[in-house]
C-alpha cells in the first residue's frame, strides 16, 4: 500500500484566495482524521470522519474551514478565504483500529 | 486545557547514551498511549504503544513505562542513536469508545550527537 497521500507538498497563496488539501487514506481504513501543525500549538485535531461521515469538527477553527468525505477513498479540507494566521502544516491519517497512519503532510503558506 | 503535555521542548543526548522523553496527561478515562516519531519534511510515524493495563512495553531499543497513578509515561532509548534524532510525540486516546482522536502533547525534539 503507498500509505496516505496528500496533495499538494507545498502550497504558497495569497490571502484571501480559497486552498483545498486533498487526502487520500489506506484503502480500508475507516477513520480519516485531518491535523494541524503549528510551532504554538503542536499537532492539533480539526476534524475527524467515520465511514465517510464527519464525528467530530470542534476544532475546526472558524467558518473559513471546510471539510468533505465523498467517498472512501478521497477527502478535501477547505479554507476559504485563507488568512496568513493559517500558515502551517496539515496533516491528513487514517486508522482502522487506534493507530494512525500520517501522510506527509502539506505545507501552507499563506503571505 | 492540554490533556496531554510534554514539558521539555528539546533534549540532547550523546550517542549511545540513554534518551528519556516524558509525557504526562490529564483525563484520567485515556486508555491507550502511543509514541510517533517525526522527521522532517515527514509526517510522523508509529514507533510504540502501551495499553494501560500494562506499565511497561518494549520493542528492540525502544521501551515505554506508564505510570497511571501519576498519570505519567517516558519513552526510553537505549542506546541512542544519530538516527534517532527526531520529533517525538505522545498521543493518548480513550480506546473502548467509539471516539477515536488521538490527542497529542506538543513534542520533544531529540538530538542525539555523535
Known amino acids: 500500500d503507498a500509505g496516505v497521500i496528500q496533495s499538494p507538498r507545498h502550497e504558497v497563496t495569497e490571502m484571501g484566495q480559497e486552498v483545498t488539501l486533498r487526502c487520500k487514506p489506506i484503502?480500508?481504513?475507516?477513520?480519516l482524521f485531518w491535523y494541524r501543525q503549528t510551532m504554538m500549538r503542536g499537532l492539533e485535531l480539526l476534524i475527524y470522519?467515520?465511514?465517510?461521515?464527519?464525528?467530530?469538527d470542534s476544532g475546526m477553527p472558524e467558518d473559513r474551514f471546510s471539510a468533505k468525505m465523498p467517498n472512501a477513498s478521497f477527502s478535501t479540507l477547505k479554507i476559504q478565504p485563507s488568512e496568513p494566521r493559517d500558515s502551517a502544516v496539515y496533516f491528513c491519517?487514517?486508522?482502522?483500529?487506534?493507530?494512525?497512519?500520517f501522510g506527509q503532510g502539506t505545507r501552507l503558506t499563506v503571505v | 486545557d492540554q490533556q496531554v503535555k510534554q514539558n521539555s521542548p528539546s533534549l540532547s543526548v550523546q550517542e549511545g547514551r540513554i534518551s528519556i522523553l516524558n509525557c504526562d496527561y490529564t483525563n484520567s478515562m485515556f486508555d491507550y498511549f502511543l509514541w510517533y516519531k517525526k522527521y522532517p519534511a515527514e509526517g510522523p510515524t508509529f514507533l510504540i504503544s502501551?495499553?494501560?493495563?500494562?506499565d511497561k512495553n518494549e520493542d528492540g531499543r525502544f521501551t515505554v513505562f506508564l505510570n497511571k497513578s501519576a498519570k505519567h509515561l517516558s519513552l526510553h532509548i537505549v542506546p541512542s542513536q544519530p538516527g534517532d534524532s527526531a520529533v517525538y510525540f505522545c498521543?493518548?486516546?480513550?480506546?473502548?469508545?467509539?471516539?477515536?482522536?488521538?490527542?497529542f502533547g506538543s513534542g520533544t525534539q531529540l538530538t542525539v550527537l555523535p
Open positions: 484503502s480500508g481504513h475507516d477513520y
Open positions: 470522519f467515520n465511514n465517510n461521515v464527519p464525528i467530530d
Open positions: 502501551i495499553s494501560s493495563i500494562k
Open positions: 491519517a487514517s486508522s482502522l483500529r487506534v493507530q494512525l497512519y
Open positions: 498521543a493518548a486516546v480513550i480506546s473502548s469508545g467509539s471516539a477515536r482522536q488521538l490527542t
